[in-house]
């Protein structure tokens, strides 16, 4: 049995679906952060059969729930201090986004211009470009 001790403050990143960890670890920006960051992949799981867990000892605001929400808004965010959970955050698809996902319009060209998409559709989680209407493409 695998026994990663509890962490005193920081965030753990819950039922995410087997084998998504790392790519989440890269489009949060973790890699970049001066902290400990811990992963577990295929842990048991009642609710999926098998996770991936994330436990980063750092502020939850260094964190981009947007970012976070379009890669999977299901996922559980648990807020830690001293050692026990005090909150858990609700991931809510953003109405708006800016300079995480990219375009090939006018914005490659005008590179002063910050990529920004909008939510389109929520049902079926579509974001469009707000200077072309292009649907997003790009899978995070």
Do not use: W
């Not at 955050?89 to 300079?99: F, I, S, Y």
């Amino acid at each position: 049995m695998l026994n990663v001790g509890k962490i005193e403050e920081g965030f753990v990143l819950d039922h995410i679906p087997a084998g998504r960890s790392m790519s989440i670890y890269y489009h949060l920006g973790l890699d970049k952060l001066d902290c400990c960051v811990a992963i577990i992949k295929n842990a048991k799981s009642n609710k999926l059969e098998k996770k991936d867990i994330i436990k980063v000892e750092c502020d939850i605001n260094t964190l981009n729930l947007d970012v976070l929400a379009v890669i999977d808004h299901t996922i559980t965010v648990n807020v830690i201090k001293a050692g026990e959970i005090v909150e858990k955050k609700e991931l809510v698809l953003p109405k708006e986004l800016k300079g995480v996902m990219k375009c090939r319009c006018i914005t490659s060209i005008e590179q002063e211009l910050p990529h920004i998409f909008y939510l389109a559709d929520s049902s079926r989680e579509v974001y469009r470009c707000k200077y072309c209407d292009e649907k997003n493409s790009e899978k995070m």
